[in-house]
Structure formats: C-alpha cells, structure tokens
C-alpha cells in the first residue's frame, strides 16, 4: 500500500472526489492537506492530488487543467484522473466546470446541474478503461449519478444563485472556441450547455463505479447569440473569479449530505457487475493486474 492509499485508510468514510476546472485551482478551508503523487497504468494524472478535510469528509481534490492551467482540454489524460481517484477510495466525484451557454435561459453566472451529455470528440478510446483483452460496456443511458446531482441541487438552491435542473452538456474537442455556425447548430438542436472536458470523465467514472455529477458554471453564451459579445478568454476570465466562489460554498454546504458509504439507487456504485462479457479464466495477467482497483469486487467468485 503506497503513502496515499494508507493516508486515505485512517478515515473510514469514503472520499469525496473534487475535480477543479477552469478557475478552481484551490479551496479553502482544506485540513490536514497534502500533495501526493499517484502512479496509473494510463501515464500521470493532470496534477498531483490534495488530500485532506473539508467540511468534516475526507475529501481529494484534483485540478483538472493543472496547477498553473498547464493541459489544454484535448490534453488531459481522463482515464489516468479518475484511476488515482478510483485507488484512493473515492465513491464520489464532483466536477465543476466552466461552460457555455446554449440557450438563453442560462445566463452567465448561472448554475446548471447536467443530467445528459453529447460527445462531440474523437477520443473515445481514450475514454475506457478496457480493451487488451478485456471487454466491458457499461450501461450509460443515464450518465449522472442522479443522487449525487440532487445533492448538489438543493446545496446550490441553499446558496441563493440561479440554478437549472437537468440539461444537455455538449463535449466539443477545443480547444479553439465554437465557430457561430456550430454554436447556432448546437442553440437549434435545443442543447443546454457547451464545454470540452466533461465526457471523458463521465465515462471513466461509471466505468470506475465511482458517482459522478457535473457543476457547470456558465461564464458565456458560446457564439451563437448576437446581441452578445462572442465567447473569448477575456469574457470566460471575468465571469470565474465568482462562478469560482459559488462553487466553493456549494460543495461546502453538499459535502455532509453525501452518503459516507457507497450506495446509490441509480447503481453507479456497481457499474461493471454486468458490464465484462470476457470470461474471467481469459483475463489476461497484465490488464488484470492493471484494472485491480476496478476489478476487485469481480476477481473472485
């Protein structure tokens, strides 16, 4: 057992994940902190991980973009984040993010809780955990731990921001912004919210068994609404520092209505129990070996 995992193992309730996006480099408040390195059979996760104490949980925190925000979207290794979350015991993963605005009803500043998401990348094999020799294909028709989403629901209700329940994130590749012609495609189809990182982490967390749910933080209306500055940097910049904010007091306020045990009605917890169609005899050694943090529950028996 390495230094992390034992650090980890002194709390007996299971660990809160944190993903950081775009302006959610830190949180404060954070006891008993400390950087740990982890190494994954996918190569180096965005950053180190933080782990400590927020609001009475054991919680990892892990930014997405890196310190610094050194990983364009297209560069972050999902599968590696979420393997370093999976062998620290975390049950549970909050990610917050920044996005665009597809409808006129999100307006910046705004909170949307997604329920669906729309892959608009390449990567999808960058976005499983298994082949080599062995396969799985998890049931993702409902991709948000819906639990875990109401949570986050009723804590962003509790701070008083404007919150919208449902919606659909539309995963774009980046990492230039939307052309007006794509943005007004994806406006007219009637999606909800546009970003670039979120999908892969959905599909690496059910695979995972680890709940997920997304916290987006709206800093623009992408470029299909004219009477409005297109997107830029510039225009996302001035919009995080409070979209930063509200995120930090939501997950405050959400982190003790978390289970402390894994257990969720919508069985994101136990993703992978009908999911493997390789016989267990044909598992090869090396990817059994790699995949032990996901495959434990299903090694015996």
């Avoid at 310190?67 to 599968?79: A, F, Q, S």
């Avoid at 993010?97 to 960058?126: H, M, N, W």
């Amino acid at each position: 057992m390495d230094q992390s995992v034992a650090m980890l193992k002194i709390n007996s309730s299971s660990p809160v994940g944190i993903i950081g996006g775009t302006g959610l480099y830190q949180l404060p408040d954070f006891k008993k902190q400390k950087w740990i390195s982890i190494r994954t059979p996918f190569g180096h996760p965005s950053d180190r991980l933080l782990v400590g104490e927020l609001s009475g949980r054991a919680v990892v925190f892990l930014p997405r973009h890196g310190r610094g925000h050194r990983l364009l979207p297209g560069e972050i290794n999902h599968r590696a984040n979420l393997y370093a979350l999976k062998r620290l015991g975390v049950s549970w993963v909050i990610s917050v993010s920044a996005v665009g605005s597809l409808q006129a009803k999100y307006r910046p500043c705004d909170i949307v809780l997604p329920d669906q998401f729309l892959d608009r990348t390449k990567k999808a094999a960058e976005h499983t955990f298994f082949g080599r020799g062995i396969v799985a294909h998890i049931a993702f028709a409902h991709p948000v731990c819906e639990m875990l989403r109401q949570i986050l629901m009723t804590s962003a209700r509790r701070q008083g921001g404007r919150v919208h329940d449902g919606g659909v994130y539309v995963n774009m590749e980046g990492p230039a912004f939307s052309t007006r012609a794509e943005s007004l495609a994806n406006h007219q189809a009637g999606f909800s919210v546009i970003g670039m990182t979120n999908l892969g982490e959905a599909r690496c967390a059910r695979e995972a068994e680890i709940a997920y749910a997304t916290l987006a933080m709206v800093t623009d209306y992408d470029g299909w609404k004219t009477d409005e500055e297109h997107v830029t940097i510039d225009l996302v910049i001035r919009n995080l520092e409070r979209n930063a904010e509200q995120a930090r007091r939501i997950i405050l306020d959400a982190l003790p209505d978390i289970p402390q045990i894994p257990g969720c009605s919508c069985g994101c917890h136990q993703a992978l129990k009908n999911a493997i169609l390789t016989d267990r005899a044909l598992w090869p050694a090396k990817t059994r070996r790699e995949l032990r943090p996901l495959l434990r529950p299903y090694l015996e028996g």
